[in-house]
């Protein structure tokens, strides 16, 4: 039987796949740029943003954002939370001062059902 995702899981994995994309395309376009020319900070803003990784990027933060707060409220309702509501809401604290805590808040919204 299929998953059925959340519209916070979904825009994220929406999200996370046009980043994915455009970081690839990226990177051909500088592969491409650096055999005829060196790539100066102002070569990569132009590349960044013809690119749309800019773009990109700020809608993965976004859907990033919608998914945590999902997340937090979500969570709220199980048995599991409120038996370590501490240490939980501990994570959600740091979630931006640690980029592995906010990489494993996402991984764990993403097992929500």
Same mark, same amino acid.
């Given at each position: 039987?299929?998953?059925? +995702?959340?519209?916070?899981?979904?825009? +994220?994995?929406?999200?996370?796949?046009?980043?994915?994309?455009?970081?690839?395309?990226?990177?051909?376009?500088?592969?491409?740029?650096?055999?005829?020319?060196?790539?100066?900070?102002?070569?990569?803003?132009?590349?960044?943003?013809?690119?749309?990784?800019?773009?990109?990027?700020?809608?993965?933060?976004?859907? %990033?954002?919608?998914?945590?707060?999902?997340?937090?409220?979500?969570?709220?309702?199980?048995?599991? +939370?409120?038996?370590?509501?501490?240490?939980? %809401?501990?994570?959600?604290?740091?979630?931006?001062?640690?980029?592995?805590?906010?990489?494993?808040?996402?991984?764990?919204?993403?097992?929500?059902?």
């Amino acid at each position: 039987m299929k998953p059925i +995702y959340s519209k916070a899981q979904l825009d +994220y994995m929406r999200a996370k796949t046009k980043f994915e994309n455009k970081a690839s395309t990226l990177e051909q376009k500088i592969e491409m740029t650096r055999k005829t020319r060196e790539i100066t900070q102002e070569v990569m803003e132009g590349l960044v943003l013809e690119t749309g990784f800019h773009d990109a990027y700020n809608e993965l933060m976004k859907s %990033e954002n919608e998914l945590i707060e999902w997340s937090h409220t979500t969570i709220k309702h199980e048995k599991t +939370y409120r038996e370590n509501k501490q240490p939980i %809401e501990q994570m959600y604290q740091n979630l931006n001062t640690s980029p592995e805590m906010r990489a494993q808040i996402i991984e764990l919204a993403m097992k929500i059902r």
